[in-house]
């Protein structure tokens, strides 16, 4: 059986990430729970600068409720990377994302992960419904 291909072209938004001296481990590598921040950082990112969240003072917070990630090849440090991100499914409260790590210029992806995020009300820890302006945001990434 041939694992699925994971190419650039089939995520919508990319967002760059430089990888850190401190990411790789003792053998020489970026070490394999790195990419979950790697993949928190810029699924953040897009929710702030795109579907306008307010990690600070926002009565809206998402919670990480599941998460997982295959490792195809390596990456270290001082390489340049990209992650891949779309949307599998969206619900009311909670979407799942599937993300990809790229090496600057290459179609392949070095690894491909999912999660998915809860969004609660801050006070509380309660599910709501999306917002209005996150909903779109993620729905702009949505796949088929």
Same mark, same amino acid.
């Given at each position: 059986?041939?694992?699925?291909? &994971?190419?650039?072209?089939?995520?919508? &938004?990319?967002?760059?990430?430089?990888?850190?001296? &401190?990411? *790789?481990?003792? @053998?020489?590598?970026?070490?394999? $729970?790195?990419?979950?921040?790697? %993949? /928190?950082?810029?699924?953040?990112? @897009?929710? !702030?600068?795109?579907?306008?969240? /307010? !990690?600070? &003072?926002?009565?809206?917070?998402?919670?990480?409720?599941?998460?997982?990630? /295959?490792?195809?090849?390596?990456?270290?440090?001082?390489?340049? !990377?990209? !992650?891949?991100?779309?949307?599998?499914?969206?619900?009311?409260?909670?979407?799942?994302?599937?993300?990809? $790590?790229?090496?600057?210029?290459?179609?392949?992806?070095?690894?491909?992960?999912?999660?998915?995020?809860? %969004?609660?009300?801050?006070?509380? *820890?309660?599910?709501?419904?999306?917002?209005?302006?996150?909903?779109?945001?993620?729905?702009?990434?949505? $796949?088929?």
């Amino acid at each position: 059986m041939t694992p699925p291909q &994971h190419l650039r072209r089939d995520y919508p &938004h990319l967002q760059p990430i430089s990888t850190r001296w &401190h990411d *790789n481990d003792i @053998y020489g590598h970026v070490n394999n $729970v790195t990419y979950y921040s790697y %993949f /928190d950082s810029a699924v953040n990112a @897009y929710l !702030i600068e795109v579907g306008g969240l /307010d !990690i600070h &003072h926002g009565e809206v917070v998402g919670f990480v409720v599941s998460s997982s990630c /295959d490792y195809f090849a390596s990456i270290a440090f001082p390489e340049r !990377i990209e !992650i891949g991100m779309r949307v599998a499914k969206l619900g009311n409260s909670s979407v799942q994302y599937e993300l990809a $790590v790229f090496k600057q210029g290459e179609e392949q992806a070095c690894a491909a992960g999912r999660f998915v995020h809860v %969004f609660v009300e801050r006070q509380n *820890n309660r599910p709501l419904p999306i917002p209005e302006r996150l909903r779109a945001a993620l729905a702009a990434l949505r $796949v088929e």
